[in-house]
């Protein structure tokens, strides 16, 4: 019989879990938040709560829910650290041997913690005498390569062979590159555990998401995540990122003197701004004091010279797109910065600017953006109503620190789902 069938739910799944807290004795507040993450699953709502580093509580309803193949689709838990990625893992393994179920999950890491056959290739031609790298090179056929596995490799020879912006769509390994392959099979992975920066990433997508949409999605260490969602709508624009886009993209075309004519503009429109800021820098002495509307104004002519610059470029590139890739990308990098600086100068802008000398810049200032709306954002990403969403943290101790959580991450303007707050460490739990 169906756990989630409408007569048999409540009477199925919540017995087995109040049974298996009775049985191994395990703390009242632990077992209430189990309770409540069935809730979460049968009413889609949003549960925030505070817990220790104790994970039962909510590990447990959906290692029984996992039972019925048919209707839990699955979960998805996203996590702080690859530490706490891992120590989760444990725990399921632990947890569902006593459950006697089998939860095969799937730990979804950022690219960069893994080896990239091609290039570990490549770097090896030149460091053969590396006996790690070898070793690695020799099992890399059979398994993934992670960073953890591999502490000693310092981070001068790391960022060398890891997965770093490959194309891996193009690449010849691709059919037998175990992280390929394993980053191919994360959208049909039922149990997943996420980085947030990865959840966010995917989160992003909408309905071409990385990961299969869960039946409940957890969020441990909840109170980073704001940090997460923020980051992930911040840009910067730098001399040297505009140069090298053109010249890729010149190179594939063949067309010198575009390259030429537009970076002549970038190199006028980057000095220009780095003598505004110097000069506003030299006045106020402070950077958080530099009227960043007021370089705007003054720039106002520059900017939209650089952006028609940008966007005649990008016409030139479009004739050769469905001949080459790579100019996909390239194209729609282009197409980022030109509506940047339209946003830039325009009525209504959706951004947050700020300018700042970057590190080996030879004293040029680059443009760093933000967007303003960023809880509209947040609670867009979070308000999807097909599946329960509970938000765990330990730093939530009172009543005030949920409402301040809750509006961090935008929750409140969400219409139509419940927020249940929880004190799961043996206090009451309050309903908004
Ligand atoms: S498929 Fe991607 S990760 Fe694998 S070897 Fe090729 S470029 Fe590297």
């Given at each position: 019989m169906s756990i989630w069938k409408e007569e048999s739910f409540e009477d199925k799944i919540y017995d087995e879990v109040e049974s298996f807290f009775n049985i191994h004795k395990l703390k009242e507040e632990e077992e209430t938040l189990a309770l409540d993450i069935i809730d979460s699953l049968r009413d889609k709502n949003i549960l925030v709560v505070e817990k220790d580093d104790n994970n039962c509580g909510y590990l447990i309803p959906l290692l029984y829910a996992s039972k019925d193949k048919e209707n839990f689709k699955g979960f998805l838990i996203s996590t702080a650290t690859i530490f706490l990625q891992n120590k989760l893992k444990e725990e399921i393994d632990k947890l569902s041997k006593l459950i006697n179920v089998d939860i095969p999950v799937t730990i979804a890491k950022g690219h960069v913690n893994y080896v990239c056959m091609k290039r570990l290739e490549k770097y090896l031609?030149?460091?053969?005498?590396n006996k790690t790298l070898n070793e690695i090179s020799r099992k890399i056929e059979k398994e993934m390569i992670d960073k953890e596995d591999y502490p000693n490799i310092s981070n001068e020879i790391w960022i060398n062979i890891?997965?770093?912006?490959?194309?891996c769509r193009k690449c010849l390994y691709n059919k037998e590159c175990k992280y390929y392959l394993n980053r191919k099979s994360w959208p049909n992975a039922s149990y997943g555990i996420c980085t947030h920066d990865l959840l966010v990433a995917s989160l992003k997508?909408?309905?071409?998401?990385?990961f299969q949409e869960p039946s409940i999605l957890i969020v441990e260490e909840a109170s980073s995540l704001k940090e997460i969602v923020v980051s992930s709508y911040q840009g910067i624009i730098s001399k040297k990122m505009l140069e090298s886009l053109i010249q890729g993209a010149s190179y594939i075309i063949g067309d010198k003197e575009l390259k030429t004519d537009s970076i002549k503009v970038i190199n006028t429109f980057y000095e220009k701004l780095s003598s505004i800021i110097k000069s506003e820098y030299s006045k106020n002495?402070?950077?958080?004091?530099?009227d960043n509307k007021n370089v705007i104004e003054m720039l106002k002519d520059d900017i939209l010279i650089l952006l028609n610059t940008l966007s005649n470029f990008r016409k030139s590139v479009k004739f050769y797109q469905s001949k080459y890739t790579e100019l996909i990308y390239l194209r729609k990098k282009l197409n980022d910065y030109v509506n940047i600086l339209d946003d830039m100068i325009?009525?209504?802008?959706?951004h947050r600017y700020s300018f700042y000398f970057q590190s080996n810049s030879r004293g040029l200032v680059s443009i760093k953006y933000e967007r303003k709306d960023i809880l509209g954002l947040s609670s867009s990403l979070l308000a999807d109503k097909k599946y329960g969403k509970v938000f765990v943290d330990?730093?939530?101790?009172g009543n005030d620190d949920y409402n301040t959580f809750i509006e961090s991450l935008g929750l409140?303007?969400?219409?139509?789902i419940e927020i249940v707050k929880e004190y799961s460490l043996g206090k009451s739990k309050i309903k908004k």
């Amino acid at each position: 019989m169906s756990i989630w069938k409408e007569e048999s739910f409540e009477d199925k799944i919540y017995d087995e879990v109040e049974s298996f807290f009775n049985i191994h004795k395990l703390k009242e507040e632990e077992e209430t938040l189990a309770l409540d993450i069935i809730d979460s699953l049968r009413d889609k709502n949003i549960l925030v709560v505070e817990k220790d580093d104790n994970n039962c509580g909510y590990l447990i309803p959906l290692l029984y829910a996992s039972k019925d193949k048919e209707n839990f689709k699955g979960f998805l838990i996203s996590t702080a650290t690859i530490f706490l990625q891992n120590k989760l893992k444990e725990e399921i393994d632990k947890l569902s041997k006593l459950i006697n179920v089998d939860i095969p999950v799937t730990i979804a890491k950022g690219h960069v913690n893994y080896v990239c056959m091609k290039r570990l290739e490549k770097y090896l031609r030149s460091h053969q005498e590396n006996k790690t790298l070898n070793e690695i090179s020799r099992k890399i056929e059979k398994e993934m390569i992670d960073k953890e596995d591999y502490p000693n490799i310092s981070n001068e020879i790391w960022i060398n062979i890891n997965v770093n912006g490959e194309n891996c769509r193009k690449c010849l390994y691709n059919k037998e590159c175990k992280y390929y392959l394993n980053r191919k099979s994360w959208p049909n992975a039922s149990y997943g555990i996420c980085t947030h920066d990865l959840l966010v990433a995917s989160l992003k997508r909408k309905n071409h998401g990385m990961f299969q949409e869960p039946s409940i999605l957890i969020v441990e260490e909840a109170s980073s995540l704001k940090e997460i969602v923020v980051s992930s709508y911040q840009g910067i624009i730098s001399k040297k990122m505009l140069e090298s886009l053109i010249q890729g993209a010149s190179y594939i075309i063949g067309d010198k003197e575009l390259k030429t004519d537009s970076i002549k503009v970038i190199n006028t429109f980057y000095e220009k701004l780095s003598s505004i800021i110097k000069s506003e820098y030299s006045k106020n002495k402070d950077s958080n004091l530099i009227d960043n509307k007021n370089v705007i104004e003054m720039l106002k002519d520059d900017i939209l010279i650089l952006l028609n610059t940008l966007s005649n470029f990008r016409k030139s590139v479009k004739f050769y797109q469905s001949k080459y890739t790579e100019l996909i990308y390239l194209r729609k990098k282009l197409n980022d910065y030109v509506n940047i600086l339209d946003d830039m100068i325009g009525s209504g802008s959706k951004h947050r600017y700020s300018f700042y000398f970057q590190s080996n810049s030879r004293g040029l200032v680059s443009i760093k953006y933000e967007r303003k709306d960023i809880l509209g954002l947040s609670s867009s990403l979070l308000a999807d109503k097909k599946y329960g969403k509970v938000f765990v943290d330990s730093n939530i101790v009172g009543n005030d620190d949920y409402n301040t959580f809750i509006e961090s991450l935008g929750l409140d303007k969400i219409d139509d789902i419940e927020i249940v707050k929880e004190y799961s460490l043996g206090k009451s739990k309050i309903k908004k």
